[in-house]
């Protein structure tokens, strides 16, 4: 009887946060240029992967502004604070990886327009950082106090040869108990993460020795040698369950039309819901290479730059469920996805998590990249909701 009644304390408390969502959507609208300036400022300073100290010093700063509590950088670069709550029993993570995939040759001008926001690594990451660091600003201007304390972050070589390792450091080495993260990324609004694949990224090289024999059968270069490697990786069989994939992200090489290139360069993932799966075909794409390279003369090299294990919360976890709740509730279909970036660090650590998406927008390779503005303030309201969610105790297991 009493677990009855505590279940149906629990549904009309998140019935009440639900129910007032809209008002705080209506709420954050004016704090518009105070969001979009933490954007442009953020996304203007470069940070690409290990090179994230001045955006990190930024962000400290604005932490140091908002009088939040042990404001500081860890060994790995970390921008860390703390926004005291009413107890000191519970602790929820909040975090935005902070580097980018754009080097600091690149014009990192940011274009404020009158629907959207233009300009290099807005959508990864700039938004998702400066929700965290306007976070507080917001919760103030919202009157909303916490009883947990949010451990605000914003993390560093999370992408590529970055592998994580902010978060990675500071979960392996905090002694503070933490309840529940939150990752934040900039796109897509409705994202909803709460399981990593299995995940294996990896480089090939191939490189062609000057004293090559260029007259021997087959002689082709190191690009068509390349292409032999890819159609062998293309004919390796793959799993539907679990579901297995292979992804060729890039391949690069040569120098000139005239010219048989002597070094190529392969990109792949592999991604798959067992670990088990990932593993036998990182040992059969080293078998491919290893083969090829025999067969040619060639030097052919694999290494790996990033690995995730899969896992996470179930479906039906509290949080999970609870999330979707407050995405429906803001009219925006959730987009369940596995996440492959640092929702998995939560993982690793069994620490329940999700990862959500601030606003809509295209994510591309050049300074093309935009954001709209209108949707940010549905995803800052989505966020304030899991918060409170979290807060009160309704994304608990029972």
């Not at 946060?17 to 609208?29: N, P, V």
């Not at 005291?84 to 580097?99: C, E, F, L, P, Y």
């Not at 979707?324 to 929702?343: G, N, Q, T």
Request: aromatic residues 4%; neutral net charge.
């Amino acid at each position: 009887m009493q677990k009855e009644t505590r279940v149906k304390k629990k549904k009309s408390g998140m019935s009440a946060i639900i129910a007032s969502l809209l008002d705080i959507r209506k709420k954050l609208y004016s704090l518009r240029e105070i969001l979009l300036a933490n954007l442009v400022m953020i996304g203007e300073i470069p940070a690409p992967t290990f090179n994230e100290d001045k955006r990190i010093h930024f962000i400290k700063q604005r932490f140091t502004e908002a009088g939040l509590q042990n404001c500081s950088t860890d060994e790995m670069g970390n921008a860390l604070a703390i926004l005291q709550g009413r107890q000191d029993d519970k602790n929820i993570v909040v975090s935005a990886h902070t580097d980018t995939i754009f080097p600091v040759t690149v014009d990192h001008t940011i274009t404020v327009l009158t629907d959207s926001v233009r300009g290099p690594g807005v959508c990864d990451n700039a938004l998702g950082a400066a929700a965290v660091v306007t976070l507080p600003t917001i919760l103030q201007h919202l009157g909303i106090e916490l009883d947990s304390n949010l451990i605000l972050m914003g993390s560093t070589r999370s992408l590529g040869r970055g592998n994580l390792a902010g978060l990675r450091f500071f979960l392996s080495n905090t002694e503070i108990p933490i309840q529940a993260g939150l990752c934040l990324e900039g796109i897509q609004l409705g994202r909803l993460s709460h399981n990593a694949i299995g995940m294996l990224r990896c480089e090939i090289e191939c490189s062609v020795p000057e004293e090559y024999d260029w007259t021997r059968f087959g002689a082709v270069g190191a690009i068509i040698i390349m292409n032999e490697i890819i159609n062998k990786i293309l004919e390796i069989p793959l799993s539907r369950r679990p579901h297995t994939s292979i992804v060729i992200g890039s391949i690069e090489g040569g120098k000139s039309f005239d010219t048989v290139s002597t070094y190529s360069l392969l990109r792949l993932e592999i991604h798959s819901e067992s670990n088990d799966m990932v593993k036998s075909i990182r040992d059969r794409i080293k078998d491919i290479t290893s083969e090829v390279s025999a067969q040619t003369d060639a030097m052919v090299t694999m290494e790996i730059i990033s690995r995730r294990r899969p896992g996470g919360i179930d479906f039906a976890h509290p949080l999970a469920r609870n999330a979707r709740r407050i995405i429906k509730a803001l009219e925006i279909e959730p987009r369940k996805s596995p996440s492959a970036s640092d929702l998995s660090t939560f993982i690793d650590h069994k620490i329940p998590a999700i990862t959500i998406g601030i606003s809509q927008g295209e994510l591309q390779s050049k300074s093309g990249e935009y954001i709209k503005i209108k949707p940010m303030f549905t995803g800052i309201t989505q966020l304030i909701g899991l918060l409170l969610a979290i807060d009160q105790g309704y994304c608990d297991e029972d």
